[in-house]
């Protein structure tokens, strides 16, 4: 069983800047991709950015491609998701979550979920 912990979402004004941190339980924590995804009021919750096991490989949805960068470090267990040029339209409630296939990852077939952080932009 994996826990993960997301943090660092809150208030921002659009065209500010957060970093999402997802803390992982495990020990087999450099085993697993891993990915960021979200849901918006109303709306269902969609990909945001994938990594590989060794942050070797990284894959974003259109949306937010060169806003958003995802990264990981497996000394300390945790994955990021940098935003900047945040728009509201990237108001959610942000979720990481981890599987052992990085092809898994990007349609949102994961093994385990965070219970999510929520990031608010406003206009």
């Known amino acids: 069983q994996v826990q993960l912990v997301e943090s660092g979402g809150g208030l921002v004004q659009a065209g500010g800047s957060l970093r999402l941190s997802c803390a992982a339980s495990?020990?087999?924590?450099?085993?697993?991709?891993m990915g960021w995804f979200r849901q918006a009021p109303g709306k269902e919750r969609e990909f945001v950015a994938a990594?590989?096991?060794?942050?070797?490989?990284?894959y974003y949805a259109d949306s937010v491609e060169g806003r958003i960068t995802i990264s990981r470090d497996n000394a300390k267990n945790t994955v990021y998701l940098q935003m900047n040029s945040l728009k509201p339209e990237d108001t959610a409630v942000y979720y990481c979550?981890?599987?052992?296939?990085?092809?898994?990852?990007?349609?949102?077939?994961?093994?385990?979920w965070g219970k999510g952080t929520l990031v608010t932009v406003s206009s």
């Open positions: 979550a981890a599987t052992k296939n990085f092809v898994r990852v990007v349609r949102g077939d994961m093994e385990y």
């Open positions: 495990t020990r087999t924590f450099s085993t697993y991709c």
């Open positions: 990594i590989s096991w060794n942050g070797g490989s990284t």
